[in-house]
């Protein structure tokens, strides 16, 4: 089985704060994904990463990098801490997929952030 | 624009009756549509995945419909169960992006 973790299910931070979220996978897959969803929004996308040390920016990358030194780490970092990113951040990955390609996601429980 | 949609009401049934729940898109041409289910606190978990040449998938009580031309796919729980109370979403491949719907919120009644 596929096994994602997360390194906090729970996080609260002050405005300002430099913040670190770290997702682990265990199956040698190669693309990786952080989300954050909120209630009535859904997932939406931050940013993803294809390989080592590649990235790519999703549909909300404002306010947030990402680093992947190793093919089983991919962090997000909230740059400096605001309220509105308060949310439930979602690390997931998948195998390679192309157009026609199947990539089912697979997540990690979840990290509930709170900024203060 | 492109726009994934479900239900955003929750449904609540009896248990032991069917649950349909429904995802509508626009704009998109997916080559295949997932769903996923998600408890409270949790990350979503992969249920079934159907091709664009599939009209029905089947995997123990669950069943999932793609219908290409509504742009339409529906996920039916047979014999509904307490414990299939969850959020259900639906996800498709847009480009090389994943887009999920914001899910519909199901509640079984015993």
């Known amino acids: 089985d596929v096994k994602v973790t997360q390194s906090s299910r729970y996080l609260v931070k002050r405005t300002g704060e430099k913040v670190f979220l770290e997702c682990v996978q265990d199956?040698?897959?190669?693309?990786m994904f952080w989300y954050r969803q909120d209630p009535g929004l859904g997932l939406r996308l931050i940013y993803f990463?294809?390989?080592?040390?590649?990235?790519e920016k999703g549909d909300i990358p404002e306010g947030y990098s990402v680093s992947r030194e190793k093919k089983e780490r991919f962090s997000l970092i909230l740059e400096s801490a605001s309220t509105n990113q308060t949310s439930m951040y979602l690390c997931a990955t998948g195998t390679p997929g192309g157009w026609a390609d199947q990539e089912t996601q697979y997540f990690g429980p979840g990290t509930r952030l709170l900024v203060l | 624009s492109q726009k994934i949609e479900q239900n955003s009401e929750a449904l609540n049934i009896q248990e032991g009756k069917t649950a349909t729940l429904t995802c509508n898109y626009t704009?998109?041409?997916?080559?295949?549509l997932q769903w996923y289910r998600q408890d409270p606190g949790r990350g979503p978990v992969f249920l079934l995945l159907i091709r664009e040449n599939e009209k029905e998938k089947r995997k123990e009580r669950l069943k999932v419909t793609f219908d290409t031309t509504l742009k339409q796919s529906l996920f039916h729980i047979t014999a509904s169960q307490p414990a299939d109370s969850a959020t259900y979403l639906c996800?498709?491949?847009?480009?090389?992006?994943?887009?999920f719907g914001a899910g519909t919120r199901l509640f079984v009644k015993a």
């Open positions: 704009n998109y041409s997916p080559a295949y």
């Open positions: 990463s294809y390989d080592v040390k590649m990235k």
């Open positions: 996800a498709l491949k847009g480009g090389f992006k994943t887009i």
């Open positions: 199956m040698d897959h190669e693309n």
